[in-house]
Each structure stands twice: as structure tokens, then as C-alpha cells.
């Protein structure tokens, strides 16, 4: 469980805020607008009004007592370089910063942003990739190089065990798990045999699971 700061309530920044509240974390929120705050209540230990640009409203929060801050502000830049500045300066032990352009994340690491993430960006690019292909159900990329991809099985790997196909080997991917009709088993024994009907998520390069792809029907 982590005590987690949550600075500017758009989309994300609520979605974000139910999320971490759902997995056990403990959320505060703060935004300038009241309306913003109300659905949030029954999810955060605390909420407040305040205009974060404003030094004292930030030093009033105790920025050092938060593990994670999270600055959710897409909409304007000059606002999000200075709360994440701001937050870094009272102590702030890691800022995560909303950037919506590769410039914008460049002056918000430089202005003490521990990390910047491109929510719209990601989402964007796990839809590309999952409606590119036929056959890709979901898609974590995980860098440039590495990504998880659920699959179905190729059909000479079905009524075969993992360990007689030698999909390491073979195919230099492994298998984190099966999902059968939204079931999910993770990691599975060398022993498991493949199903015809389930899907796979599988771990590896990118070039490696495309040319799994294409021999798909």
C-alpha cells in the first residue's frame, strides 16, 4: 500500500484515482474545481480545492509524506512544469508527470519529473497494434524491443505440451499464461498442453511474435 498525491482531476487523473484506490492504496486529490471532486469521495482518504500553482497550496498538502505525486494536467503546460518543479523543491520523493508531446516531456524531466507518461500516447498505440492484426487480443508493450501479446495457438501446437514444442527454443517466446473464456492461468508447467479454443499470452520481441502472427490463419 503507498500514500499516493493526485494533482488535477481531467480524465485520467480519475480513472487513475479509482484504480489505485481499488488496489489498496491510500489517494489524495486535489483540483480547482469542487464538481471534480465529489464522484471521487467514496475512493480518496482526503480531497481538496486549491490552485496548485500556488506554492503555499502545494506546501500546505505535505508533499514529503506522499511515496508517488502525480501531476495530471494535460491541458496546460506552463501549470504542469511549474507543480512538477514545485513538487520536486518541497520535497517530493517521485513526481509522475502527464505529457501529451515529446517537447513537453523533455522540459518536465529537466524541471524534476522522475518519470513522464503519455497516457493518451500508449493507449493509442496498444489500439494500433491489437486492430492491425487479426489475431492479437490484447498487447502490453514493455520497450521498444519487448512486448506481451495475447494469442490464440497456432494449430500445430494444439494437444501438444509446452515442453514438447519447445516454444523457448523454437520459437524464442515464452508463455506467461491462459485465458479460456476470461479465465486466466499464469504460468503454466512445461507439462501443460495447449488447448485449441483458450488464448496464450506470450513474452518476447516484437519480430519473434509477428512472425507467429503470420502464420496464423
Not at 512538477?84 to 502527464?98: F, W
Not at 501443460?192 to 499470452?201: D, K, N, P, S, V
Request: net charge neutral; hydrophobic share 40%.
Amino acid at each position: 500500500m503507498k500514500s499516493i498525491l493526485i494533482i488535477g482531476l481531467g480524465r485520467f487523473g480519475r480513472h487513475l484515482c479509482v484504480n489505485l484506490s481499488k488496489l489498496g492504496n491510500q489517494v489524495m486529490v486535489v483540483d480547482e474545481k469542487e464538481e471534480c471532486l465529489e464522484e471521487l469521495l467514496p475512493y480518496v482518504v482526503s480531497a481538496k480545492i486549491g490552485d496548485c500553482t500556488n506554492e503555499n497550496v502545494l506546501r500546505s498538502l505535505g508533499i514529503s509524506n506522499f511515496d508517488i505525486c502525480f501531476v495530471c494536467i494535460g491541458t496546460n503546460f506552463q501549470s504542469s512544469l511549474e507543480i512538477t518543479s514545485m513538487v520536486k523543491e518541497l520535497g517530493g520523493r517521485y513526481a509522475i508527470s502527464k505529457a501529451n508531446r515529446d517537447i513537453h516531456a523533455k522540459f518536465l524531466l529537466r524541471n524534476g519529473a522522475d518519470e513522464v507518461i503519455y497516457p493518451d500516447r500508449d493507449i493509442a498505440e496498444k489500439l494500433a497494434v491489437r486492430y492491425s492484426a487479426n489475431h492479437v487480443f490484447d498487447y502490453i508493450e514493455l520497450t521498444e524491443e519487448y512486448s506481451i501479446y495475447e494469442i490464440p495457438p497456432l494449430t500445430e501446437w494444439v494437444g501438444k505440451t509446452i515442453k514438447e514444442l519447445s516454444i523457448r527454443n523454437k520459437y524464442h517466446i515464452s508463455i506467461l499464461g491462459t485465458k479460456d473464456k476470461g479465465d486466466a492461468k499464469l504460468m503454466p508447467q512445461a507439462d501443460y498442453m495447449i488447448r485449441a479454443h483458450e488464448h496464450l499470452m506470450v513474452i518476447g520481441k516484437k519480430t519473434d511474435i509477428n512472425k507467429i502472427l503470420k502464420q496464423l490463419p
